[in-house]
């Protein structure tokens, strides 16, 4: 049976589908109308797609369109920048029209989406049939970006291509190249080579968590890094202006730039050296002197190569987190606040960044910056990248300013995006669904129809603290990409999310056939309790309509498996597995979480040391809620407690038998994380007198060897008690052999486990 299905992602604007296929066997040859180089350059895309199919040739004709793809570039088509027209014609042809060149490029993206996922990969297809079909297709926003910060971690050209591969097949047309930040100068200054040999490379610290890497020690060699030579950035550049993409450089100012003060400290208030940062301190007060004219020297000379290079109107400037200690505490720069009369260090910033802007505006470009720009006042032709939510985008619209909706709520894609116990890599942090991506509306309810025209679209970021390699980057971005790309060209709204959902799993085939990596979090189940107090198991998923199996004994779901409906409830421990029942009759990834289920669940513990703030887990039920951590103490599943005991009295509410208690802790030696010197548990009736204290010492386990999870159970017991306190002894101090030698050490528990 021939499919006529249209799973295009982005869904076009206007879509007439016959119930009639074409088969692609049928064509003899392609032919293009004006034998123009961007025509010829179609036509081999085309070429090189159908090759597995039979050899084309390419015609300077468009006479004959009979059993032909025709490309037609010309502007008496009347079409928009964007926009393009694509026939697949029952009387046996194709035709793509456009005026302009992207509108060609687009019309082969969707042509692309509509043949079978093996020519991806060079691959006979499994049918050569694809629907006939009218396209009439344009964007609804101009500016449709994606981000990738290349500063923490250093991805190479051949991953940079295929990220803009990623961009250019969801019909996406900005490439965010975040160049330089503290951890590390990415781009050749001929001027200042010493950004590329010594702000380029830091001291490889991959093997501990982002936010815990200790600094770099006296003589110890930078090793790990890069840069991309000019060559290599006209070669990016090049690359993805055929895809009709244009790449915009970032180049940080005035914070985030301590990187730079390994190579000129004299450009710091401190004019100190500074190595560059493994990981990550805060707050970081390293910044560009703004009383120093030698920094707007080096900074102009920068931005003039860098212009250059970039052929397009815009350079980032950064902006964001600039704090400002140290311009109080500089001579130079108060100085410079008293000569420019200027109120405060918020409207020095405002100045530094309008120095910046006259520069770039002289090179006929035009000046983006994060939404901390408008401290202390805009510059005057500045367009604003509104991440901290969509208030300082409104407001710049307000003003009159351009404005790039890119909020921390719908599109940062550095944080997680269905459960951390599942997630293959840890995140920096919070939740952003594949569903949450795709209710994004870049025009907020405050802006009238005459400000909303300032807001020139949206884009996708992606941080690299917890990114380190090509594979967990576009696990991070698909299939989040694809909703935000829909959310973007067709405009908020107008498509569903089920419509969506159905397209993305054909789209999903594409990237297994192209081999990039994706996330199954928006394909699999959730598994959750759905109240504290009882054992009441709660199955979903991001799938409209779609059945989920589940099963308690330990076996993978199959279509004889019970189909969820409704809560359930458990009276034992229990491992629960579930899938959906997908529409093609095939199961997706299997979910499976162990709930433990024993006497303290429900009731109370009194934490007589409390837990850190950071590492609260699910708060005061977090040790008897019967779920366990994995090896990832960020999965909210752990309490820590830093350089002291973990004590905790747990209330049984009246006496019981007690025979086990079985305590877990995690043993993570690269996030400063040790297992406790001992563990003791003593009883009492009464909550005052405990007594027949038991004690277990602990040995920990090899220096820096595999993060894992340790049970310290006590067995036989033969205890009668209400009351049972539980201490946990920290070592206090990291161990001499340890990088954080002498600094404080930390325990990290997850569940307490009490039975008879």
């Given amino acids: 049976m021939k499919d006529t299905s249209i799973n295009i992602i982005p869904k076009p604007t206007s879509i007439e589908k016959s119930n009639q296929y074409f088969d692609l066997n049928s064509i003899k040859g392609i032919n293009i109308e004006n034998n123009s180089k961007y025509e010829k350059y179609i036509a081999g895309l085309f070429k090189n797609y159908l090759k597995p199919l039979k050899d084309l040739e390419i015609e300077h004709t468009i006479n004959d369109p009979k059993n032909k793809i025709n490309i037609s570039l010309n502007a008496k088509h009347s079409l928009g920048k964007e926009e393009y027209k694509l026939n697949i014609s029952d009387l046996g042809f194709i035709t793509i029209e456009a005026s302009h060149e992207p509108g060609l490029f687009y019309g082969f993206q969707s042509f692309r989406q509509l043949c079978d996922p093996n020519l991806e990969k060079g691959l006979k297809p499994k049918t050569s049939f694809i629907p006939s079909c009218e396209i009439k297709d344009a964007p609804s926003f101009s500016y449709r970006g994606m981000h990738l910060d290349v500063s923490r971690h250093f991805f190479n050209v051949d991953f940079i291509k295929t990220y803009i591969d990623m961009i250019a097949l969801h019909k996406m047309n900005v490439f965010h190249w975040h160049l330089t930040d503290d951890n590390g100068w990415r781009i050749e200054i001929k001027k200042y080579p010493l950004l590329t040999e010594k702000a380029a490379w830091r001291v490889d610290r991959r093997h501990e968590p982002w936010k815990e890497q200790s600094p770099a020690k006296q003589n110890e060699k930078a090793t790990y890094g890069g840069y991309y030579t000019q060559e290599e950035i006209k070669e990016v550049v090049e690359y993805a202006g055929k895809k009709n993409i244009l790449v915009i450089p970032e180049i940080e100012m005035p914070g985030h730039t301590s990187e730079v003060f390994s190579a000129y400290p004299e450009l710091s208030c401190n004019n100190k050296y500074i190595p560059v940062n493994p990981g990550s301190y805060w707050p970081n007060v390293d910044i560009f002197c703004a009383g120093n004219d030698n920094v707007f020297?080096?900074?102009?000379?920068?931005?003039?190569?860098?212009?250059?290079?970039?052929?397009?109107?815009?350079?980032?400037?950064?902006?964001?987190?600039?704090?400002?200690?140290?311009?109080?505490?500089?001579?130079?720069?108060?100085?410079?606040?008293?000569?420019?009369?200027?109120?405060?260090?918020?409207?020095?910033?405002?100045?530094?960044?309008?120095?910046?802007?006259?520069?770039?505006?002289?090179?006929?470009k035009k000046l983006i910056g994060w939404d901390e720009i408008l401290e202390g006042g805009l510059a005057k032709s500045a367009t604003v990248m509104s991440w901290r939510g969509f208030d300082d985008g409104i407001k710049s619209a307000k003003a009159g300013h351009d404005v790039i909706m890119c909020p921390v709520s719908h599109c940062y894609f550095d944080y997680y995006q269905s459960d951390p116990e599942n997630a293959p890599a840890a995140a920096f942090g919070g939740m952003t669904t594949l569903k949450t991506v795709y209710s994004f509306n870049p025009i907020p309810q405050e802006l009238d129809s005459t400000n909303s025209k300032f807001v020139l679209g949206g884009q996708g970021n992606l941080w690299t603290e917890y990114v380190q390699t090509p594979e967990i980057a576009q696990y991070r971005v698909l299939p989040r990409m694809s909703a935000l790309s829909e959310v973007l060209w067709s405009g908020p709204g107008m498509n569903t999310y089920e419509d969506f959902y159905f397209r993305l799993k054909e789209l999903k085939k594409r990237f297994e056939k192209l081999e990039w990596n994706y996330s199954p979090g928006s394909f699999e189940v959730n598994i959750k309790r759905s109240t504290v107090n009882s054992f009441l198991i709660s199955l979903s998923s991001e799938h409209p309509g779609e059945p989920i199996y589940y099963t308690t004994n330990g076996e993978h779901p199959n279509k004889s498996s019970t189909i969820f409906k409704k809560d359930f409830s458990i009276k034992k421990t229990t491992t629960i597995k579930a899938s959906i029942l997908q529409l093609d009759g095939s199961f997706g990834p299997v979910s499976e979480k162990t709930f433990y289920f024993h006497k303290a669940i429900g009731k109370t513990v009194v934490y007589n040391s409390s837990y850190a703030e950071k590492y609260a887990g699910s708060g005061k039920e977090n040790l008897i809620d019967g779920l366990v951590g994995s090896e990832n103490h960020n999965d909210g599943y752990w309490q820590g407690w830093e350089r002291k005991d973990m004590q905790i009295t747990v209330d049984l509410h009246k006496n019981?038998?007690?025979?086990?208690?079985?305590?877990?802790?995690?043993?993570?030696?690269?996030?400063?994380?040790?297992?406790?010197?001992?563990?003791?548990?003593?009883?009492?009736?009464?909550?005052?007198?405990?007594?027949?204290?038991?004690?277990?010492?602990?040995?920990?386990?090899?220096?820096?060897?595999?993060?894992?999870?340790?049970?310290?159970?006590?067995?036989?017991?033969?205890?009668?008690?209400?009351?049972?306190?539980?201490?946990?002894?920290?070592?206090k101090k990291c161990p001499a052999w340890h990088a954080g030698s002498g600094g404080d050490a930390w325990i990290f528990s997850d569940e307490v486990v009490i039975e008879e």
């Fill in 297 to 364: 020297s080096f900074l102009r000379d920068v931005l003039e190569e860098v212009s250059l290079l970039f052929p397009g109107p815009y350079i980032h400037i950064g902006g964001d987190e600039a704090d400002k200690l140290n311009w109080k505490k500089c001579e130079k720069c108060q100085t410079r606040i008293v000569q420019e009369k200027l109120k405060n260090e918020h409207e020095l910033q405002s100045w530094f960044i309008k120095e910046i802007e006259k520069f770039i505006v002289s090179k006929n």
């Fill in 656 to 731: 019981k038998k007690i025979n086990t208690i079985i305590c877990g802790f995690l043993e993570s030696h690269q996030s400063w994380i040790f297992l406790p010197k001992s563990v003791s548990v003593s009883f009492s009736s009464d909550g005052k007198n405990f007594v027949n204290e038991k004690q277990l010492m602990l040995q920990d386990g090899e220096n820096y060897g595999k993060s894992n999870r340790k049970e310290v159970k006590f067995h036989q017991l033969n205890q009668s008690a209400r009351y049972i306190l539980i201490t946990a002894y920290n070592r």
